[in-house]
């Protein structure tokens, strides 16, 4: 698998042909408004199209699948800065500095540094996809168990970041988090847990039922009680960042692409783990941290840069070596296959056309994305305008049939509206709720990884630590652990020192 500029021109020779730019430009378009409803997901959405591909050339219809993926990356941060409610769970972390960004009537420049971001990180990742495909993929190949648990357990560390000053209530939620993921089935045995005789969760609890609920449903109840007439009544402050907020966004976008791209080679790493460490990450890099949870635009810009990195990342073992790092790429190795496509190194020989004509697209697809969605800043923050009492039950309705997409039970819908419920309460007792998302996305891959670890050294922990990649990610955890419970306790040291003076 060599890089060819002759190879890569054809590509976009056949990319910028009429019937493929009109199928860039469906899937981009279909992938947007998949990402702005809540818990359909790009995954479903391929899915569902999949079919409708057999009556299409195999590179128009990969092209189209392609698109509905990161144009899916693209759209889940609008419903995100606009209204609360992520529309992937990678989006998750955009809310946290979006709306308040939009509360402070900056929907406009949260929604702009959204789509600049995405289109610099992603047009970015396909450059390393380009050039650094088969070095890249081979670290993917490095990784075992132990590494990914490593990993999990690194990203879970970032709890104490995202607690903020209530790390014990962080502590709690995350801990609630990872019960909730603990109902159903043993990832491995099979053994039924948690269901108290229901059948029904057997099935266990859906990550994104929980953040649907904790985000969405929460959000409706907390502006019900208010007797809200707008989600938020601050008037609409400019429609774009200024070019003083991009240039400042600049290094987080470098910083989200590198931790995006890489993490994104590894099966299981889905964008809804990049996104939290890229945030994380930038608050540590920030002069001014405090700033971040209270409308930091960087805050926006990182999270988006990883989510559309991470997309990229992902094209590279898939197309290298056939392993797809997430369910939606999954699908899309299922569309490749029913073409008579295998993908691996013989693709690129014996399909050099298909290939490069397919990467290609995504240069053209994230152009599109990014001329679709700059017009659209101004329509999307006026959403917030329209009235709560008609917004309200139609933000309602968007949650019901997003949960209901996700496995079609009406099982979800229930799990939705508890978990709803969870959040109502979390946000009246001041319960930070990103520590309970990182751990519901976190923790089946954590569990797998942990089990088959254990598995391979015999019961023996110490593997993680005699394996260079896992020993290196536990070190990272636990410096991240430790520097968190030391600024802990430096923040809250004035704290005390007043009231020993007080006494």
């Avoid at 994305?369 to 933000?395: E, K, Y």
């Amino acid at each position: 698998m060599l890089f060819s500029w002759d190879l890569l021109i054809q590509g976009f020779a056949d990319a910028l042909t009429w019937s493929n730019l009109l199928w860039a430009f469906v899937g981009c378009l279909v992938g947007t408004l998949i990402g702005v409803l809540p818990g359909i997901g790009p995954s479903a959405g391929i899915a569902i199209l999949l079919p409708l591909t057999t009556m299409i050339p195999p590179t128009s219809g990969i092209i189209m699948m392609a698109a509905i993926y990161y144009g899916a990356m693209y759209g889940g941060s609008t419903t995100a800065i606009v209204v609360n409610i992520p529309g992937e769970a990678s989006s998750v972390p955009t809310c946290i500095d979006g709306y308040e960004m939009a509360k402070q009537g900056r929907a406009g420049a949260a929604l702009g540094i959204s789509a600049i971001s995405s289109f610099v990180a992603g047009t970015l990742g396909l450059v390393g996809l380009t050039f650094f495909a088969p070095l890249l993929a081979n670290v993917a190949l490095a990784f075992g168990p132990p590494e990914y648990f490593a990993l999990m357990f690194m990203g879970l560390s970032l709890v104490i970041s995202l607690s903020g000053r209530a790390l014990l209530k962080g502590l709690i939620a995350m801990s609630l988090g990872l019960l909730a993921s603990l109902i159903g089935q043993n990832p491995l045995t099979g053994a039924v847990r948690l269901t108290f005789g229901w059948l029904d969760l057997m099935a266990g609890v859906s990550f994104i039922s929980v953040i649907i609920g904790l985000f969405a449903i929460s959000e409706v109840m907390i502006n019900v009680e208010a007797a809200a007439t707008l989600i938020y009544e601050t008037k609409i402050k400019g429609w774009m960042p200024t070019w003083k907020e991009i240039r400042q966004c600049f290094g987080a976008m470098l910083r989200s692409t590198g931790i995006g791209f890489f993490l994104g080679l590894l099966p299981g790493c889905a964008p809804a783990v990049t996104t939290f460490i890229a945030y994380d990450v930038e608050k540590r890099f920030s002069k001014t941290p405090e700033r971040f949870g209270k409308g930091a635009i960087e805050g926006v810009a990182a999270p988006e840069g990883a989510n559309n990195a991470t997309t990229s990342g992902g094209f590279v073992p898939l197309f290298a070596f056939g392993l797809p790092t997430g369910p939606a790429l999954a699908v899309l190795l299922g569309g490749l296959m029913m073409y008579g496509l295998q993908p691996g190194p013989m693709l690129f020989q014996q399909n050099p056309k298909f290939v490069w004509a397919v990467i290609a697209s995504m240069y053209i697809g994230n152009v599109i994305l990014l001329v679709l969605n700059l017009p659209l800043v101004g329509f999307w923050a006026r959403i917030a305008l329209i009235p709560f009492p008609i917004l309200g039950p139609i933000i309602i309705l968007c949650c019901v049939i997003g949960a209901y997409s996700i496995r079609f039970l009406m099982f979800d819908v229930w799990i939705t509206l508890v978990f709803g419920v969870i959040g109502y309460l979390m946000r009246k007792l001041s319960f930070p709720i990103a520590p309970m998302v990182l751990a519901t996305v976190l923790a089946p891959m954590l569990e797998t990884s942990l089990q088959q670890s254990l598995l391979i050294s015999l019961g023996s922990p110490f593997i993680f630590f005699t394996r260079p990649i896992a020993a290196f990610f536990m070190a990272l955890a636990f410096l991240s652990i430790l520097r968190g419970i030391w600024i802990q306790v430096r923040t809250h040291a004035p704290e005390i020192a007043i009231d020993e003076s007080d006494d």
